[in-house]
């Protein structure tokens, strides 16, 4: 199982703190976007205009990154601490 | 003895986070700080309150991550990094970055230089209270 | 309300010259803050005190011509100066600048221009004691 | 009468916190020195090497600086505040 936690105005769009997902093996970060979007149509439009880091283990992730069981996935929308 | 680094929800003293950071070593002669407030207006909205939200463990390490660069590569002898989260009134301290050098040069730009990387690396956010209600402020691109 | 420029004896309190510059404005978002302090050596020397005089009269106006010219050059909302004279031990503080500003890019800039320029035009002299008597540092060419 | 202060090494220097003259008139800067160096031989190094501000009435003084009766002089080494 892998854990995907929203924050800030994504709990807002989401409606949700987080969503669990059961995946086999590996999944890529393009094929969770599809997932998330298909269960947050809101999140569509926030994929589309990249305004959102996606981080997996609390490590910034990159395109090469591959989602494994047990993962903590956050969705990280822009910052403003400070 | 406090840590250097952390995020916690209540008040802190600038005056003991600064001493904290003195206590380094003797050698120091320059210590240079920012502080971050509350103000009560935004980008022409008037702001009654804010509000910090942050990923827990992921936002620590950021700052503690952010306070190992700077010793790293900036003249610093040390640096310690303050971020409250929760409710904070107008005209109350958010942040505190404290950086200690023998020379004041070296204070400076690793200060203004730590500020400036947590805004872009720490996963936290900020709520203003509006009169039209909470708006959730995307600083970063 | 203490004087937000000046020279004393004693020793000042970070967190009330930073309350006094503060309460300017509630539309202060930034503080930036040069402390110096007191080192343990100097160019190799070994430094057990320091001693500081002034141009009692001269040296106020020169630092209550800095903050004027920073609150007309820069786009800051308040400024404080504090010098100490007199013995300072090692470790005490020395000087304290404090520049507000609605953000932060505007603090630091006063504030790194204000102690540049104090040490330039303010006639404060330091003398050092060390193991082999008491030098007067010359700073400025 | 004008007044000449001295500062931290200068008094050091000259031995004296201070001296006080007579003028008739006004005198230059280049006058004031002269009359320094008479009473005063450790400052000739000072004057030569320009390691020294002078200030007139508390104001820094330059080259068309006029001294009138009544002023107060500043010898003033290099500054190390800060």
Redesign the interface.
């Known amino acids: 199982m892998i854990s995907v936690k929203f924050f800030a105005m994504l709990k807002n769009l989401t409606k949700a703190e987080a969503k669990q997902y059961n995946i086999e093996g590996t999944i890529t970060l393009e094929e969770l976007k599809g997932m998330l979007k298909k269960d947050f149509p809101a999140l569509e439009g926030v994929f589309a205009s990249r305004s959102v880091f996606i981080s997996v283990n609390q490590e910034f992730a990159d395109k090469n990154t591959v989602i494994k069981d047990g993962d903590e996935i956050g969705l990280l929308p822009p910052f403003s601490g400070g | 003895m406090p840590e250097l680094v952390r995020i916690q929800r209540e008040n802190f003293?600038?005056?003991a986070e600064?001493e904290n950071v003195?206590k380094a070593s003797?050698?120091?002669?320059?210590?240079?700080?920012?502080?971050?407030?509350?103000?009560?207006?935004s980008k022409g909205f008037e702001i009654s309150g804010l509000d910090?939200?942050?990923?827990p463990?992921?936002?620590e390490?950021k700052l503690k991550d952010i306070r190992e660069r700077a010793l790293k590569n900036f003249n610093i002898i040390e640096m310690g990094i303050v971020?409250r989260i929760g409710n904070i009134d107008?005209?109350e301290d958010?942040?505190l970055i404290v950086a200690a050098s023998?020379h004041?040069n070296d204070?400076?730009m690793a200060?203004?230089w730590a500020?400036t990387e947590?805004?872009?690396?720490?996963?936290?956010?900020?709520?203003e209270t509006t009169k039209t209600g909470d708006v959730?402020?995307?600083?970063?691109?």
């Open positions: 003293s600038i005056e600064m003195k003797k050698g120091i002669g320059a210590v240079v700080t920012f502080l971050g407030t509350g103000r009560d207006n910090f939200e942050h990923y463990g992921m936002a390490n971020h107008v005209g958010i942040v023998a004041r204070a400076f200060c203004e500020i947590l805004k872009r690396t720490t996963p936290i956010w900020k709520r959730w402020v995307s600083e970063t691109p």
